[in-house]
């Protein structure tokens, strides 16, 4: 596997981290999670800039990660991954989709949990034990993501943000210090507006999800997947609810113009 590492592309082997490195000892550190479709990457430039948004928050000194983008191309090709869906973290490699398409074919079960994270949640950094936590528990409870809840509203997932229906509305969390700004929740926007689907960014009160029609989580690996359960608890019939399945649809067909382009 071939790795670009402080400015060089290099065998992973070969690649030596500092112990006193300020991302091994304190999680200092940003990321980002890049799908590729077939070579092409998703929304790269959006992704480079909440990279730059984190580091100037985290005052790492550079800003500009654009250079990243042909990196990872180059990655891709290096690593004969052109062909595959592959995700680049730092590392291209190569991604199975298929658990996660059955994972979106069925839907879903989450747990609620307390936020515990920081309130800077905006930025992508690699400090992640309170999610790695958040995962477990869900993942100990016969589920595959816990939504996290501060002063009572539903924010979003682990590793995904997090939306519902109600009235016919696509409603999720605004943008805030408490939730990433995903890439996919404005790609889902964007689909709405081409689908007719009414979204609004209000705060979602658990006391007040079992109103909402349909539940789902977004995000670069979960793509749009309906929760069907929701505390050990089956939500409304237990099957994908008709907005979600519109934007999946949506979602793919947009992925095929787009690798055709
Ligand atoms: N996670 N919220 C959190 C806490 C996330 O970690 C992620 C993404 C999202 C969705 O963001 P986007 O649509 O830009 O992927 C929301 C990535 C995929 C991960 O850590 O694997």
Redesign the pocket.
């Known amino acids: 596997m071939i790795v670009y590492f402080n400015e060089q592309f290099m065998d992973k082997e070969k690649v030596c981290i500092s112990p006193d490195d300020r991302g091994f000892l304190f999680a200092d550190g940003l990321y980002e ?1 890049i799908r590729s479709y077939k070579g092409f990457l998703f929304r790269a430039k959006e992704h480079l800039n909440r990279l730059s948004y984190g580091a100037v928050h985290l005052k790492l000194g550079r800003t500009d990660f654009s250079e990243l983008e042909e990196i990872a191309e180059e990655l891709i090709l290096r690593n004969g991954l052109e062909l595959e869906d592959a995700t680049i973290y730092a590392v291209a490699s190569t991604f199975d989709p298929g658990p996660a398409e059955k994972k979106r074919e069925k839907g879903i079960h989450i747990i609620t949990i307390a936020d515990t994270r920081w309130a800077r949640c905006d930025l992508k950094t690699t400090a992640l034990t309170p ?1 790695v936590l958040a995962n477990q528990a869900a993942v100990e409870n016969g589920a595959q993501e816990a939504i996290f809840i501060r002063d009572g509203v539903m924010l ?6 997090f939306m519902a229906v109600f009235d016919n509305v696509l409603v999720t969390a605004p943008l805030s210090n408490y ?2 700004g ?4 404005k790609f889902i926007f964007e689909l709405c507006a081409s689908q007719n689907i009414r979204v609004e960014e209000r705060p979602i009160f658990e006391k007040d999800i079992h109103l909402a029609t349909e539940m789902m989580i ?4 979960t793509k749009v997947t309906s929760i069907v359960r929701m505390n050990g608890t089956l939500f409304r019939d237990g099957r994908p609810g008709p907005v979600a399945r519109a934007l999946q649809e949506a979602y793919n067909s947009e992925i095929e113009i787009l690798n055709m382009g």
Do not use: F
């Open positions: 999670v999610n979003e997932g682990t590793h995904s943000n939730i990433l995903g890439i996919t929740r977004v995000g670069t690996t």
